[in-house]
C-alpha cells in the first residue's frame, strides 16, 4: 500500500445509494447503521485501498494539514484496533527502510501489521510507558489517540466521558514523549475539555481544533492537534 494519496474517496467509488429492510432480530437504529456503512464512500474506499477501516482517511487528512508523519519517527497509536491509523503510520514513517518506530498499542487483540509492533496492554496500566519505549527504542515523536469510551445515548454523559479517556490519554503520552513532540486526540465538542485545553497550551507551541473531511457531517467528533511539546522537565530522548 506504499504511495498511496488518496485522501478522498474518488468518483469510482460513488455506486446508487443501498437501502437496507429491517430483519426480524435486527434493531432500528441496528438497521441505519449498517445502510449508513453501505453507503459510506470512505467505507468503500478503505476497502478498495486495503485499510481496515474507515478512520484511516482521518489520519491521511490530519498529515495533509498538519505533516505530522514523517519517515524515521518514533510514533504510538493509543487504542490501535483494528489498525488503520497504525497502517497509515507505518506507510508514512517507512520503519523497515528507517530508524523510525510504530507501536499499536490496545487491549484488544489485532492481526499482525508489517513495519508494527503491536503492543496488548491497556495504557492506563502503570507499567505500559517503561515497556513502550523499550520498543520504541526511547521516546516518542508522536502519540495519536482515536479512543472513543463506549456511548451510552446520553450526550452530555458521552461527551464526559471521552473527554476523561483524552485526559487520560495525555497523562500517558506527557510520559513518553520526547521534547518537540506532538499529541493527537478524538474529542466530542461539549466545553468539559477546557481544562486539558487549558493543559496543553501551556505544555505545546501550538494547538489547533481539527475536523477532517472524513468525519462523519452529523457527528460532533473532533480532534485536538498539539504540536511543539515544551514541558518542563520533559527531556527524556537518549
Given amino acids: 500500500m506504499a504511495g498511496k494519496k488518496t485522501t478522498r474517496p474518488g468518483a469510482e ?20 447503521w449498517l445502510e449508513r456503512q453501505l453507503n459510506d464512500p470512505y467505507v468503500a474506499e478503505a476497502g478498495r485501498l486495503g485499510y481496515r477501516s474507515r478512520a484511516a482517511f482521518k489520519l491521511l487528512q490530519l498529515d495533509e494539514r498538519f505533516g505530522l508523519l514523517r519517515p524515521g ?28 518506530r510504530v507501536v499499536g498499542l490496545d487491549i484488544l487483540e489485532m492481526a499482525p501489521l508489517p513495519g508494527a509492533d503491536l503492543m496488548l496492554a491497556d495504557f ?22 482515536d479512543m472513543a469510551a463506549p456511548t451510552t445515548g446520553h450526550a452530555g454523559t458521552d461527551h464526559l466521558r471521552i473527554t476523561a479517556l483524552a485526559e487520560a490519554a495525555y497523562e500517558f503520552t506527557y510520559g513518553v514523549l520526547s521534547p518537540g513532540g506532538a499529541f493527537v486526540c ?51 530522548r537518549d
Avoid at 13 to 32: D, E, F, Q
Fill in 13 to 32: 467509488s460513488r455506486t446508487a445509494a443501498v437501502r437496507v429492510k429491517t430483519a426480524r432480530k435486527r434493531t432500528i437504529s441496528s438497521t441505519l
Fill in 73 to 100: 519517527m518514533r510514533l504510538v497509536d493509543l487504542g490501535a484496533a483494528p489498525g488503520g491509523w497504525t497502517q497509515v503510520a507505518v506507510e508514512r514513517i517507512r520503519p523497515t527502510e528507517t530508524l523510525g
Fill in 124 to 145: 492506563l496500566d502503570e507499567t505500559a510507558p517503561d515497556r513502550l519505549r523499550a520498543l520504541l527504542g526511547g521516546p516518542a515523536d508522536l502519540v495519536l489517540s
Fill in 186 to 236: 478524538k474529542l466530542f465538542q461539549g466545553g468539559a475539555e477546557r481544562e486539558l485545553l487549558q493543559r496543553l497550551k501551556r505544555d505545546f507551541a501550538q494547538v489547533r481544533h481539527a475536523k477532517p473531511p472524513a468525519s462523519r457531517a452529523d457527528s460532533s467528533e473532533t480532534y485536538l492537534v498539539a504540536t511543539g511539546f515544551r514541558a518542563e522537565g520533559a527531556d527524556h
